[in-house]
């Protein structure tokens, strides 16, 4: 059965804006209904196809960022300076356009549920997407780790907030911000470093899973970063992309 799914999922179908939300000034959730959709396993992603009045079409990768269910799902979308796809679906795109998705996508940078062990998810930038529909469907504990520009920059702020109120031991969210820091935050701006990895990351004897996502160079350096603090390589899983969104 499982081997009859997957060629399903490399063909182009239809999907409908049901809904869409702003999370910053340059980035937007989108809320897709697809009929037939089974649901994901969270760290999926899809290929979105968009197809302009004359013939031509362009397409992106975009990784899921709900929790899964069928009939739909979210994905994030950051604006691109001079994208062919992302302006369109932060700016343009409203509830009821019609769009194409295949999918959904991928094996490897997955959290299955059946897995028990503890988890740091580690984002950097919109690389925090595929690490929150681990978030909205984990039943096991987790630790965040998010880079980010600036406050202003920051996705998914109000839903984090209320998961880090809520205290019950589901999730423990940190932030590192690079470039500026809110008022009074007790650590100055910079780069995500090893002491600050440290700080966060599950003891050794945790057998411990993480998650790096975010540009290629953020990924290589946590990456190393986690090895050199003693994270088992074979426990890291690292999703990267370019400045196309992909």
């Given amino acids: 059965m499982a081997r009859a799914a997957i060629p399903g999922r490399l063909i182009w179908q239809p999907a409908t804006v049901a809904a869409t939300r702003a999370e910053t000034a340059t980035a937007r959730t989108l809320v897709l209904d697809v009929d037939g959709w089974t649901g994901h396993t969270p760290g999926q992603h899809i290929d979105l196809r968009l197809t302009a ?15 899964s269910a069928p009939g739909r799902f979210e994905v994030t979308v950051q604006a691109v300076t001079d994208g062919e796809v992302s302006p369109y679906l932060v700016d343009v795109a409203e509830p009821g356009d ?4 295949r999918g959904p996508l991928g094996g490897w940078f997955v959290r299955r549920p059946a897995d028990p062990r503890p988890a740091l998810l580690i984002g950097g930038g919109s690389g925090v997407a595929p690490l929150m529909s681990m978030v909205r469907a984990a039943t096991y504990p987790s630790r965040l780790l998010y880079s980010t520009r600036s406050p202003s920059e920051a996705l998914y702020t109000e839903e984090l907030a209320a998961a880090r109120a809520a205290d019950d031991g589901r999730l423990d969210v940190t932030y590192v911000y690079t470039r500026v820091a809110p008022p009074g935050w007790p650590v100055p701006p910079g780069r995500l470093d090893a002491d600050a990895l440290a700080r966060v ?8 899973v993480a998650f790096v996502c975010g ?6 350096t946590v990456a190393d970063l986690l090895v050199g603090i003693g994270h088992d390589p074979a426990n890291i899983r690292t999703e990267r992309f370019g400045p196309t969104g992909g």
């Fill in 215 to 220: 540009p290629t160079g953020f990924v290589e």
């Fill in 201 to 208: 990351a599950w003891p050794r004897d945790a057998d411990a």
């Fill in 53 to 67: 009045p004359d013939g031509y079409t362009a397409h992106r990768s975009y990784s899921i960022s709900s929790a």
């Fill in 98 to 101: 019609r769009l194409e998705i």
